[in-house]
């Protein structure tokens, strides 16, 4: 297996969670109201499936070691294109939290940004995915000799392990910092 097949993989799982969320979006906007909690569940896979599993993979290892390359201008700015994008998912995320909260809190006005930044993770996703698939993973494949892309596999096996201590440790902190209070 190559290393860029488990990323490849996690897209399909992220185009599965973008058409619930294509779904959700669509009777939100008939009913103007949502659960919070379904936004909760989808910040939940946005921050930590998408972003911190998958984008964290990219970042912190395949383009890691791509910057040790000699990358040719096409695959740099394409490289630099997708750390771009990963900020502006991450941004739209935030924002969405916010409205959430807002939302919770019971200013009704808020689920036009909730639905906006939902909107904007269903559009935005399958282009970036579809710039990784086709273009950017098969041309950074030939920056690698085969070991090297094993043992960039291997370390994406070892960062999906460590991930699951991660976020319950973060769960955990979480909930103490908010019984201390």
């Given amino acids: 297996m190559q290393a860029r097949a488990p990323l490849m993989m996690e ?41 911190r599993t998958h984008h964290g993979k990219e970042e912190e290892i395949m383009f890691r070691a791509l ?45 036009g940004q909730i639905i906006t930044c939902l909107k904007t993770m269903v559009d935005f996703y399958p282009k970036h995915i579809q710039k990784e698939d086709a273009l950017f993973f098969p041309a950074s494949r030939n920056y690698f000799s085969e070991e090297e892309d094993q043992a960039m596999l291997a370390e994406f096996w070892e960062f999906d392990r460590r991930l699951i201590h991660e976020k319950y440790n973060a769960v955990l902190k979480d909930f103490e910092s908010r019984i201390s209070r």
Avoid: C, W
């Fill in 67 to 111: 910057r040790g390359k000699h990358l040719s201008d096409e695959d740099r700015q394409m490289m630099d294109e997708l750390i771009t994008d990963h900020i502006f998912s991450r941004n739209n995320t935030k924002v969405l939290v916010e409205a959430n909260d807002r939302y919770r809190k019971g200013d009704s006005q808020a689920i």
């Fill in 11 to 51: 897209h399909r799982l992220i185009e599965k969670m973008l058409n619930v969320i294509q779904k959700k979006v669509e009777s939100v906007e008939k009913a103007q109201s949502i659960d919070p909690y379904f936004v909760d569940t989808a910040v939940d896979f946005l921050r930590v499936y998408a972003d």
